[in-house]
């Protein structure tokens, strides 16, 4: 369930028709709605009651600071994979100790930025990194809190390119070293093991994998305890899907995958955090854009849109699929015709849909791309030389603009002529 709903005849974002979105702040801008970031967050915090827990935000999802005050706010941890993650984390005014630190590259400049500024936990997710860890809170007088990422080599059953619990993926630590790890873990100087963890890819749309997986995180907990180490905490990663069309099977809701937290590691007394990204934000986001032409192709009509791959790059990377919906509702019994719906970039990889059954539209009209709060502007770029895309935020009829759009001035004024070039 979202809040993007037609009402007299608009689409709106809540209480706000999209149309004055567009004609305030321009197309293309995306659009969030506070209602859905709320309840979402809200559906994982009731899958967990049953137990100590951290709902974490994945910030990469989406990581303007709005979106993350709204979230930390209501409670929400972080899970952030950059030291400028963290920066937005902190700067939503999430505490420290809420905040986890994931992702198989970490530098040393990152490791001390999170010690200094506060940190709940790392996730380690190799040995390498464990020793340059230790190294460096060792040397500010600090032990880190860790969790090792453990690769639990199971199929995720998702897209190929988001899956990250096989063993050849390039995450976390093979489950079968697991044991080695730890104990070195244990010797070290500057570190101090609270936990495992674990995430095994994004847009899992069936909990039988989460299941596999988690039943070999409650075994290797019995092992690593047995072995002398205090595991007091389970991360189980995000990766929840969404459902992308009306017309599909919609993926578990939170409260089921909740029961298969509880039914694989619920007796082991250990605190539950989780990393959810998509399934908090996803939904909770559209992307407004305008058609700049109608282009009548060899058999083909082409919807040329204001947004491009760039501003919404999933299409593009994935193969993904995101319903793209008229913002002046079709009336009753209009009637349909194919689409191949394109962006202005120079790439033929420019496409958003081929041979779409959409209602008639022309020039000026607007279009909305649903389930595009997650992955979305925050994997926009500036190729073309088009200005990042904005962000708008919605809480009942009140919005705001929480990202602005760059003036191309600002993004050339980036670049430097070398002096030799006089
Ligand atoms: C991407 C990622 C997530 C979030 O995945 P979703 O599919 O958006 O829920 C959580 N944890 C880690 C370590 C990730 O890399």
């Given amino acids: 369930m979202d809040h993007f709903n037609y009402a007299d005849g608009v ?8 149309t004055q979105i567009a004609q305030a702040v321009g197309t293309p801008v995306y ?7 709320t309840r979402h967050f809200g559906l994982f915090r009731q899958a967990l009651e049953w137990t100590d827990h951290l709902v974490c935000f994945a910030v990469k999802a989406n990581s303007n600071i709005a979106v993350l ?3 930390g706010d209501l409670g929400a941890g972080m899970d952030v994979v950059s030291g400028g993650e963290y920066a937005r984390a902190k700067a939503a005014g999430v505490p420290g100790d809420r905040i986890v630190f994931s992702g198989v590259g970490k530098t040393a400049g990152e490791m001390r930025q999170a010690l200094k500024g506060g940190i709940r936990q790392f996730n380690v997710e190799s040995e390498p ?11 500010m007088g600090l032990r880190a809190p860790i969790a090792v990422r453990v690769n639990p080599d199971v199929d995720a059953r998702t897209h190929a390119k988001i899956a990250t619990g096989k063993s050849e993926n390039k995450f976390g630590i093979p489950i079968a070293r697991a ?19 674990m ?3 994004s847009q899992l749309t069936d909990l039988a994998p989460f299941r596999q997986a988690y039943e070999k995180m409650a075994d290797l907990t019995r092992a690593l305890r047995a072995d002398g180490h205090a595991i007091r905490r389970l991360d189980m990663g995000g990766g929840l899907g969404i459902p992308y069309t009306r017309d599909n099977a919609a993926p578990p809701l939170p409260i089921e995958y909740g029961q298969v937290i509880r039914d694989t590691v619920g007796g082991l007394g250990c605190e539950i955090e989780i990393e959810p990204g998509r399934n908090i934000a996803g939904n909770a986001g559209i992307l407004l854009s305008r058609v700049i ?24 990377m994935y193969d993904a699929h995101h319903d793209i919906v008229p913002v002046i ?8 015709r194919p689409y191949d719906v394109v962006g202005p970039v120079c790439e033929t990889g420019d496409t958003f849909v081929r041979g779409a059954q959409m209602t008639a539209l022309a020039a000026g009209d607007l279009v909305a791309f649903r389930s595009a709060g997650a992955y979305g502007a925050v994997m926009a770029s500036e190729y073309n030389t088009r200005p990042l895309v904005p962000e708008v935020l919605v809480s009942g009829d009140q919005f705001a603009v929480i990202r602005e759009r760059p003036p191309v001035e600002e993004i050339i004024a980036r670049d430097r002529i070398p002096g030799w070039m006089g």
């Fill in 11 to 18: 689409l709106c974002a809540e209480d706000v028709p999209l």
């Fill in 31 to 37: 659009v969030y709605s506070t209602a859905t970031l």
């Fill in 69 to 71: 005050k709204l979230l």
């Fill in 129 to 139: 990194e464990l020793e340059l860890l230790s190294q460096i809170a060792a040397s």
């Fill in 179 to 197: 044991r080695d790890v730890y104990a070195r873990a244990a010797g070290l100087p500057g570190i101090e093991v609270v936990g495992i963890d």
């Fill in 199 to 201: 995430h095994i890819g």
């Fill in 293 to 316: 032409y109608l282009k009548q192709g060899e058999g083909r009509d082409f919807l040329i849109l204001d947004a491009a791959m760039n501003d919404l790059m999933r299409p593009a």
């Fill in 329 to 336: 509702q079709p009336g009753v019994g209009a009637s349909v």
